[in-house]
C-alpha cells in the first residue's frame, strides 16, 4: 500500500517538472538508444557475413596449387595439382562425401549474334552439390560425360539472362572460345556478393576444361567436401598428408599446396564481428553511465530543492527507509522512462539504418533486456547516493530549511 | 501524560558548548492546554523539539505515555511522532503539490492506517474544511491551511498535539478563530502544548510557563478559563 503511495508522489514531482524529467531521462534515452542500435548494426553485420559465406557450403575445404604467404597472395608452382590427386584423395579418405576439381578461366561465350564475357568453370559432377547450386532448368552432367569429355555446359542465372534473355536455352547451341557446347541445364540463382557473382559464370566437365579449352593438364583447386564439420580438421590433415605423400615432398620441406576451409574464415571473421559489436557496444554503455550521472545531478538538486518537505515528512512520521525508498523510486521511474523510450528510439534507429543505409540490423532481445536492466540498475546505482542524504537528514534542521 | 525530568539540551557551537536547555522538570496531564511562553533564546523552541521527539535530550528523562523516549532509536522517534504527536507550525508547513485531503492523509499513510482516506476526510470535516478537501494548499487562505495542518496533526488521534507560533503567520481574526479551534478541541480532551510569544494567544491557554534562559521561570495555571 505504502509502496504504491511512494510510486504515486514520485509520479507526481515527475509530472510537475516535465521538462526536468525529460531532460534528465535523455541521457538514458540515448545510452539505452545507441546500445540497442549499435548491437543491433553489429550482429546484423555478424549474420550478413554468416549468410554470405554459408552461401559456399561450410564444410567445404579447398586445396589450391603453391604456398599461401600471407592471406590471398599465392606464390610457387601452380600446376602441381592434377585430376589424379583429387581420385587419390577421393578413394583414401573415407570420412568425405565429395570431391570436385576445378579449372576456371574467363572467356567469352557467344549465342547466335549475342556474346558475354563470363567465368568458364570445369568442374566435377559433385561441384553443384559441394556449392550448392540446385538445377532450375535441365540437369546436370555425370561422370560417363565427364570421362568422355563431351562439350555440354549448364549456365548461371546472369550468364543465361546476357546471352539468352528470355528464351529457352536448353538443347541450345553456344560457343565458348570459338567451339561449340550444347545447354543442358541452368542454376536458380544464388544472388549476388559484394565482391563476385556466382551467377555469372557457365558449367563444362572439367575435362572437358582441359582438353578442348584450356589447354591444360592440372587442375586450380580441389573442394573436398567433409561429411561432418567436427571432421574438418582430421580431413585437412589426411589430405595434408596423402598429397604430400603422392607428391614425394621430403620432410622438411614445404607444401607444394594449401589447404583453405570456409569455416576458419567464418569463425575468424566471426571473431572480429564480435568484437566490433563489444566495441559498439562499450562505446554506448559508457553514455548510459552518463545518462546514470545525469540523474545522480538532477536528484542531488531536487533533495535539497526539497529540504523542507523531507523534513515534513520525517515530522509526521516517514521513517529514513521510507523518504529513501521515495526518491530511489523517483530515479528508478526516471531511467524506467528513459529505458523505454531509448528502446523504442533504438529499434527506430536501427530500421532507419537498415531502410536507408541497406545494412542488415538484428534487434535481439537480449540486447533490450540487458539494456534495459542496465538503466534500471544504473537509476538505483546513482539514485541512490541523493536518496540517501535525504534520508538521513535531520528533521530539525530540514524544517527550518528556507 | 508527560513527565519531565531534569531536562536538558546542549549544543557544540564552533567548540563551545551552549546550554540551550539547562533541565527543566515538569508534567502534563491529559486533557491539559498549556502555553509555554519566552524571548527568543529562552529555550522553548529546543524544548518543543525534544517534546516533539525530533530531537533527543543530552540529559534527563522524556516519559511520553510511559515510553522512555531519551531511550528510543530514530526509527522508533520516527513511529512515536506518526501515532502520538500532532504538530501544527507557524508557516503550515504542507506539502504544496499535495491536495488538502492528501497532506491529511500523510500520517496515516506513514502509519500504514487502513480507510485513511475516509478518516482523514472526517479530520477535515472537524476542522470545517471538508468541502475543500480536493484544493492545493495554493487555493486556499491562510487560515484554511492552518485548518488543514490542524486536521492533519488530529488525524492520528495523537497523545498531544503541539503547535509552535499557529497564529504568527496569521492576521489577528483568522488567529482568534484558529485560537477558537484550538479550544474547541481541547474541550474535546485533545492535550494541547502551545508556544508563542503573544501574550493574547497565551491567554487562551489554561496553564501558562514561562521561560528564560533555558530554565522554566513561572509555572501557572491561567485563572480566566474560557467559557
Known sequence: ?402 | MIEVERLSKLYEMGGQKVSALAGVDFTIKKGEFVAIMGPSGSGKSTLMNLLGCLDLPSSGIYRLENLNIQDLKPNQLAEVRNRRIGFVFQSFNLLPRASALENTELPLLYGRVPNATEIALKALERVGLAHRAKHKPTELSGGERQRVAIARALVNSPAIILADEPTGNLDSTTGREIMSLFNELNREAVTLILVTHEQEVAQQAKRIIQMRDGKIVTDELNGVEPC
Open chain 1, 1 to 402: 500500500m505504502l509502496i504504491w503511495v511512494l510510486f504515486k508522489m514520485a509520479l507526481r514531482s515527475l509530472v510537475t517538472h516535465k521538462l526536468r524529467t525529460f531532460l534528465t531521462a535523455l541521457g538514458i534515452i540515448i545510452g539505452v538508444a545507441s546500445v540497442i542500435s549499435m548491437i543491433s548494426i553489429g550482429e546484423g553485420a555478424r549474420s550478413q557475413t554468416q549468410d554470405t559465406i554459408s552461401k559456399f557450403g561450410t564444410n567445404i575445404i579447398t586445396v589450391k596449387p603453391g604456398q599461401q604467404k600471407s592471406r590471398h597472395v599465392t606464390t610457387g608452382k601452380v600446376d602441381t595439382l592434377t585430376l589424379d590427386d583429387a581420385e587419390y584423395i577421393k578413394v583414401n579418405i573415407p570420412l568425405i562425401t565429395g570431391v570436385a576439381a576445378q579449372v576456371y578461366r574467363s572467356a567469352q561465350i557467344k549465342f547466335e549474334n549475342k556474346n558475354t564475357n563470363t567465368t568458364v568453370r570445369g568442374t566435377g559432377a559433385s561441384y553443384a552439390r559441394l556449392a550448392n547450386f540446385e538445377m532450375d532448368l535441365g540437369r546436370y552432367f555425370n561422370s560417363e560425360e565427364i570421362k568422355s569429355a563431351k562439350r555440354i555446359c549448364i549456365l548461371g542465372s546472369t550468364a543465361l539472362k546476357n546471352l539468352f534473355g528470355d528464351i529457352n536455352p536448353l538443347g541450345k547451341t553456344i560457343k565458348v572460345n570459338g567451339k561449340n557446347f550444347l545447354v543442358i541445364g541452368t542454376t536458380v540463382p544464388k544472388g549476388a556478393l559484394s565482391w563476385f557473382d556466382p551467377d555469372d559464370q557457365i558449367f563444362i566437365p572439367v575435362t572437358t576444361a582441359q582438353k578442348r579449352v584450356f589447354g591444360m593438364n592440372h587442375v586450380q583447386s580441389i573442394d573436398v567436401q567433409a561429411g561432418k564439420i567436427e571432421d574438418l580438421e582430421i580431413v585437412i590433415e589426411e589430405i595434408t598428408r596423402l598429397l604430400r605423400q603422392k607428391h614425394n615432398i621430403l620432410e622438411g620441406k614445404e607444401d607444394d599446396f594449401y589447404v583453405q576451409n570456409s569455416a576458419q574464415f567464418l569463425r575468424s571473421w566471426g571473431e572480429s564481428a564480435k568484437t566490433f559489436t563489444y566495441l559498439l557496444g562499450g562505446i554506448a554503455a559508457i553514455s548510459l553511465m552518463v545518462g546514470g550521472i545525469g540523474i545522480m545531478n538532477i536528484m542531488l538538486v531536487s533533495v535539497t530543492e526539497r529540504t523542507r518537505e523531507i523534513g515534513i515528512r520525517k515530522a509526521l512520521g516517514a521513517k529514513k527507509r521510507e523518504i529513501l525508498e521515495q526518491f530511489l523510486i523517483e530515479s528508478v521511474l526516471i531511467s524506467f522512462l528513459g529505458g523505454g523510450i531509448g528502446i523504442l528510439l533504438g529499434i527506430g534507429i536501427s530500421r532507419f539504418v537498415s531502410n536507408i543505409g541497406g545494412w542488415e540490423t538484428i534487434v535481439s532481445s537480449q540486447s533490450i533486456i540487458l539494456s534495459f536492466g542496465f538503466s534500471v540498475a544504473i537509476g538505483i546505482f546513482f539514485g541512490f547516493y541523493p536518496a540517501n542524504k535525504a534520508a538521513n537528514l535531520n528533521p530539525i534542521e530540514a524544517l527550518r530549511y528556507e
